[in-house]
């Protein structure tokens, strides 16, 4: 990616089980929906769920790349509306909504393998050289 001068774009993960473990242990987020398939199953769900956490580490990272590190994230802010799950296309991406100076605000979200938003977000970018 490494260009702030694109207006919009994307990047696609798909979370495997040891995807699921390994961020689990990382941030202590153990809960069985996460690795426990016959426990998410129980509960209605078709899959192991992505941790929304990690969706939102998903889009920030993909920011960063965007601005290639010639700037700052002045605010960053998700809200989930939906499960991805594990083996599943989830799909970041990224439109700039307003540049003002070196300010930049981005308009986020994931969508799943059927096109619905699951997660929503924006940030605020000050650029070094915009």
């Not at 490494?2 to 699921?20: G, K, Q, W």
């Not at 601005?67 to 802010?77: C, D, K, P, T």
Request: net charge negative; glycine share 12%; proline share 3%.
């Amino acid at each position: 990616m490494n260009d702030a001068s694109a207006e919009r774009f994307e990047r696609t993960h798909t979370a495997s089980v040891r995807t699921l473990v390994q961020y689990a242990g990382a941030s202590g987020d153990f809960y069985e929906m996460h690795y426990d398939l016959p426990f998410a199953q129980e509960r209605g769900h078709p899959e192991l769920s992505v941790h929304g956490l990690l969706k939102a580490a998903w889009l920030g990272q993909m920011v960063d790349d965007w601005f290639g590190g010639r700037g700052r994230i002045v605010s960053f802010e998700v809200s989930y509306r939906g499960m991805d799950f594990r083996n599943q296309p989830v799909t970041c991406g990224g439109e700039v909504t307003r540049r003002d100076g070196s300010m930049v605000e981005l308009a986020l979200w994931t969508r799943n393998a059927g096109g619905d938003t699951t997660t929503t977000g924006a940030a605020v970018i000050e650029l070094d050289d915009p």
